[in-house]
């Protein structure tokens, strides 16, 4: 018995998103080193698909602004994305900066109370003042996260006087607190820009954002930083390594 219309537009649909897949990795990764992908037939042979399901897949790759089809060229890598490293503790700077220069438009500096769920994130006593820093973090002028950090007190207010619009927080609290950092708790979510998010980012309304929240320790194990840090998601990709270990397996 034949596939039914529904069955075949499924399987055309999930053979799309594992071509899609493939091809997504290849473009962040620079594989196509002439910013061209392969021709359609070139593409059906590679994965064994119909020509029907390729488009498809590119369909996806247009729809998320890394690639454009134009009629008589083909297909081509329209931009890429930064690749964010989560296996060290670096700021963004540092983190990027063989990708171009890294400035911080400050829109907030200022001493506050902190809220309950703060303070009890950074050890620190019910209503305690802390500094709270709000940037928009812009590679090469174009907008690429908006970063809401926490930081104590007696960390904080010697840094409301640095120049947070060319260097990263992390370096100065190191010199502030006369030790190196040591670790962060890091979790990462997708959430949608509101309006007024996506005016900061110059994105679209609802956009898809990467959501990071860290809470970063110094040396000591003392927590000096909290922050979210909204990514625009067309621009920035984590990137880890992760390890099994002996006892577990």
């Known amino acids: 018995m034949g596939l039914t219309l529904s069955e075949a537009r499924r399987r055309r649909a999930d053979g799309a998103r594992q071509v899609a897949d493939v091809l997504r990795h290849q473009v962040l990764g620079g594989a196509f080193a002439t910013g061209h992908l392969p021709k359609e037939d070139q593409l059906c042979r590679e994965f064994g698909v119909s020509r029907n399901t390729v488009r498809e897949a590119l369909a996806l790759l247009v729809g998320e602004g890394l690639v454009e089809r134009v009629p008589g060229i083909g297909t081509t890598v329209v931009t890429g994305k930064y690749p964010h490293g989560l296996h060290r503790l670096m700021g963004l700077a540092e ?9 911080n438009e400050v829109r907030t500096v200022a001493l506050i109370r902190a809220p309950s769920a703060v303070a009890r994130r950074l050890r620190l006593a019910p209503e305690e003042p802390v500094v709270y820093v709000e940037r928009v973090r812009h590679l090469d002028g174009l907008p690429l996260s908006l970063d809401l950090t926490y930081l ?24 502030t607190a006369g030790q190196p950092l040591g670790r962060a708790d890091i979790s990462v979510e997708a959430v949608n820009a509101d309006r007024h998010t996506a005016a900061l980012l110059d994105t679209v309304d609802r956009a898809a954002l990467l959501m990071v929240e860290r809470l970063t320790h110094l040396a000591d194990g003392r927590p000096v930083d909290l922050e979210w840090v909204r990514f625009r998601g067309d621009r920035v990709t984590m990137r880890g390594e992760l390890r099994r270990d002996s006892d577990t397996a």
């Open 95 to 103: 983190t990027l900066h063989e990708h171009g220069e890294i400035s």
């Open 152 to 175: 104590p007190r007696d960390i904080g207010e010697p840094l409301m006087d640095a120049d947070l619009a060319r260097r990263d927080i992390f370096v100065l609290i190191e010199q």
